[in-house]
């Protein structure tokens, strides 16, 4: 492990899928020149134009397959309710053959349109790369987490400088959630064919089978391309402003550092996720300590009782560094919000909803949270 390689440290040893991807998005980046800082107008045109060809995907994709269904039942034969299961099986078959084919050209689409679309909001997020020398470490980390994003890969499971990101997550739980990250997708096809059958049972409604599909999967398709967007836009910013972070960290004492390493080391434990972003935070923060300790032994007991006798400015410090951590991590709710509540409540500052989600906005319009 190394503190000035967080890259290797995030993806010790990706996947042959993770390679392929991070290669194709290193790529794009070197055909393309990097911006001094984030264009918002053309990031808000990639974001339209990726989330777009995504439904589009959905749409024609969910029509075709409920067209062939309404077409199986209404033309192949004319008694299909009159016919046994086993003599349905025939029809079943080809009709199962053109939904897999019909899904699998979908998938590939959508596949090259979120890595496509994730090296587009990479490069005009204003991710400083140089086009002709190799990759610093730092942006080599954005690249290979941007890939799973687009790849849609769960967690790594690995320790990130020491520190477990499955460590709230225990025995059946962990089990039951990589199982279930594995069927995601079938289950949710599953879910939307079930409820799809449920609503249109009536005979009197299976024409309006390609009518409603269609619309259902484009809504689908377009939801997580925006999830996936969101997600590489966060931690193509990751680099520059940790970096800021950490020139604004440059007058605080060590003791105040280690207690930011503490809270960063924390929130990957309640993400269940190490973020690229936190990773990187992390990995500066070690570095900037007397030894340069290669791994962190996270203590929130002990951590929470040093923040609450901080003194106020180092307290400050830390509060505003914690929150934009939380950021630069996700969306503010669910376990980042709890964990920021818990942070200033320790420190016995108000916690001001409306101006972390000022920060929040500020940040995913391309400005500094």
């Known amino acids: 492990m190394s503190l000035n390689r967080p890259d290797k440290e995030y993806a ?5 899928a993770q390679r392929w991807a991070s290669r194709y998005v290193q790529g794009y980046l070197r055909r393309q020149p990097a911006l001094d800082s984030p264009d918002p107008h053309a990031l808000k045109r990639a974001r339209r134009w990726i989330i777009a060809w995504a439904a589009l995907a959905g749409m024609i994709s969910g029509t075709l397959i409920g067209g062939a269904e309404w077409f199986m039942r209404e033309f ?3 008694h299909w309710e009159a016919m ?3 003599e349905q099986l025939p029809y079943w078959a080809g009709y199962l053959a053109v939904a897999g084919t019909i899904t699998a050209l979908e998938i590939g689409f959508l596949y090259w349109n979120a890595l496509r679309g994730v090296a587009n909001i990479t490069r005009l997020a204003g991710l400083h790369y140089g086009q002709t020398d190799a990759l610093e470490p730092d942006i080599q980390l954005t690249v290979h987490g941007v890939s799973r ?28 959630r990589s199982l279930l990250y594995r069927l995601k997708i079938s289950l949710s096809s599953f879910l939307l064919r079930l409820l799809l059958r449920r609503l249109l049972g009536r005979l009197t409604l299976r024409g309006f089978l390609p009518v409603l599909t269609g619309p259902l999967y484009a809504a689908w398709n377009a939801w997580i391309a925006a999830r996936i ?3 590489a836009y966060l931690q193509a910013r990751g ?3 940790v970096k800021h972070l950490m020139k604004t960290l440059a007058d605080s004492d060590e003791h105040t ?7 960063v080391g924390e929130l990957i434990m309640r993400n269940q996720h190490p973020h690229p972003n936190l990773v990187l935070l992390l990995a500066r923060l070690l570095d900037s300590l007397t030894g340069k300790p290669q791994a962190l032994e996270v203590d929130w007991p002990i951590a929470l009782r040093d923040y609450a006798q901080l003194p106020a400015p180092a307290r400050q410090t830390l509060l505003n560094t914690l929150t934009q951590a939380a950021l630069l991590s996700g969306t503010y709710r669910g376990s980042r919000k709890k964990f920021l509540a818990e942070v200033f409540a320790t420190c016995q500052t108000p916690l001001r909803n409306e101006d972390i989600k000022v920060q929040q906005r500020r940040l995913l319009s391309g400005q500094a949270p």
């Open 229 to 231: 967007i969101q997600e």
């Open 84 to 86: 046994s299961l086993r």
């Open 12 to 16: 010790p040893a990706p996947g042959l």
């Open 149 to 176: 994003a687009a790849l849609e890969y769960p967690s790594p499971g690995s320790l990130i400088y020491g520190v477990d990101p499955h460590a709230y997550l225990h025995g059946w739980r962990l089990t039951f």
């Open 76 to 78: 192949a034969t004319g």
């Open 239 to 241: 680099p520059a402003l």
């Open 257 to 263: 550092r280690r207690l930011l390493a503490q809270g």
